[in-house]
T-cell receptor, first 115, second 116 residues
């Protein structure tokens, strides 16, 4: 009964490279949320997806960031041309319904370091 | 816009002492509230949640929280802290105003240190 699975746990990228972070939601969950945690900060919402649909991307930076949740396979957060400021922990959460009424389950996070 | 405030950035308590972590939210209607705990380098673990009903909510690891509408607060408490409780604690509310709803708005967290 696996929970939310994120990989990789740690990722190092040089400036200008691309970073791809993956999230497999909990079994039976069809709602996926991505959050970013900067040092000394709480988690900030980035994007909310359901299968093949982006529901809310109001927290995503306008450039270089994109997310998808295909019909098959994990959700992917993609960061192109990474910069030092992208270094952060990226967390994925999944939920069995809208409004979080069934609760959110979080993955262990992917920690991106840009050098 | 909805928001969550955790006034204390860092708290230190002695092992065995009682603990209260403060959380204030802004929202006119009934909020959906959560407390999460994060150990260093780890993900978030749900301690407890409040949706409706009894305003005193029991969670895991001996934690409880009380929803007080008049004070817009949802403070986390534990009667006797253990060294293993040292971690960072986040209060969160489900976004219910405007736009797409359902994602979580987090406070900035309170880091708890436990003295032997």
């Amino acid at each position: 009964n696996a929970g939310v699975m994120q990989n990789p746990r740690h990722l190092v990228r040089r400036r200008g490279q691309e970073a791809r972070l993956r999230c497999s939601p909990m079994k039976g969950h069809s709602h996926v949320y991505w959050y970013r945690q900067l040092p000394e900060e709480g988690l900030k919402f980035m994007v909310y997806l359901q299968k093949e649909n982006i529901i809310d991307e109001s927290g995503m930076p306008k450039e270089r960031f994109s997310a998808e949740f295909p019909k098959e396979g994990p959700s992917i957060l993609r960061i192109q041309q990474v910069v030092r400021g992208d270094s952060a922990a990226y967390f994925c959460a999944s939920s069995g319904g809208a409004q979080g009424l069934f609760g959110f389950s979080f993955g262990s996070g992917s920690r991106l370091t840009v050098v | 816009a909805q928001s969550v405030t955790q006034p204390d950035i860092h708290i230190t308590v002695s092992e065995g002492a009682s603990l209260e972590l403060r959380c204030n939210y802004s929202y006119g209607a009934t909020p959906y509230l959560f407390w999460y705990v994060q150990s260093p380098g780890q993900g978030l673990q749900l301690l407890l949640k409040y949706f409706s009903g009894d305003t005193l909510v029991q969670g895991i690891k001996g934690f409880e929280a009380e929803f007080k509408r008049s004070q817009s607060s949802f403070n986390l408490r534990k009667p006797s802290v253990h060294w293993s409780d040292a971690a960072e604690y986040f209060c969160a509310v489900v976004r219910q105003d405007g736009g797409s709803q359902g994602n979580l708005i987090f406070g900035k967290g309170t880091k708890l240190s436990v003295k032997p």
